[in-house]
């Protein structure tokens, strides 16, 4: 056996996987954190390809081609973009819910620091979205994540790429992200509604009123009166989502 032969072999399988799951690891919600460095998360991505290569369909390739070679590392980059981008949008739900929250709860200040992946984070967004991470790894979700990397392969296998249906479970996913995130944030939209109707019926009765005052406290103290009872449900809403989508990939048609 040529053993130089088979080194080079195995690295081009190694990074072939390399190339899938350290796209992944650089969105995936929990381990690509913009406050993760970038070292950290390429030397994860190193350690743990060469951890799960032996459980992936991918062994020593020989490949002669460079422009094949480069094709193929093109193509496992791009499924890994897809799967951490999509598990990214998914996860973009507790910030629109969290927006919304603070929206209606008057705590949406624009000049308040953004600790979140996406600009204009409010604070109630940017507890939303650290706990929801943090649930990530308390609930050993992300076992399922690391798992979901293996599976990637028998859903995307290796060197092909399904454009259309990549792109038709984008769209499903752009817009059961925004569902979900409406769907947590219900419970507020009937608060905003409620506090609303009653101040503008106080303003009609007293024009005198100083309504911007009043309600500066009402909607804050019943903002976060409600948001102590829903957040619980809502991170595990969430929480039952993105578990189901990190197993399978896809999201049953509505």
Same mark, same amino acid.
């Given at each position: ?65 460079? !422009? ?126 409620? &506090? &609303? ?5 106080? &303003? ?6 100083? !309504? ?43």
């Amino acid at each position: 056996m040529d053993l130089t032969g088979y080194i080079s072999n195995y690295l081009t399988g190694y990074f072939l996987v390399f190339a899938r799951i350290g796209s992944i690891i650089m969105f995936m919600p929990g381990f690509g954190e913009k406050y993760v460095h970038s070292q950290a998360k390429v030397l994860f991505a190193a350690v743990l390809s060469l951890a799960l290569m032996p459980a992936t369909p991918v062994g020593p390739i020989e490949v002669d081609d460079v !422009v094949l070679l480069l094709g193929m590392l093109a193509v496992e980059v791009t499924v890994g973009v897809w799967i951490g981008v999509m598990s990214r949008t998914i996860m973009s739900a507790l910030q629109f819910a969290g927006y919304q929250v603070g929206q209606v709860s008057a705590l949406a200040n624009a000049f308040a620091p953004s600790t979140g992946p996406f600009a204009g984070e409010t604070m109630m967004a940017s507890f939303l979205t650290i706990s929801g991470i943090a649930l990530l790894f308390i609930t050993n979700t992300h076992h399922l994540m690391l798992q979901s990397m293996i599976y990637s392969y028998e859903v995307f296998p290796m060197g092909h790429l399904m454009l259309a249906d990549m792109a038709e479970q984008a769209a499903h996913i752009a817009g059961k992200s925004m569902y979900i995130g409406m769907s947590l944030a219900a419970p507020f939209y009937i608060l905003g509604i409620m &506090n &609303n109707v009653a101040l503008g019926l106080a &303003n009609k009765m007293m024009p005198t009123l100083p !309504v911007f005052f009043v309600a500066s406290a009402i909607l804050i103290s019943s903002g976060l009166f409600l948001f102590g009872i829903a957040a619980p449900h809502m991170l595990t809403g969430f929480l039952e989502e993105f578990s189901a989508w990190t197993t399978t990939f896809a999201f049953a048609g509505e």
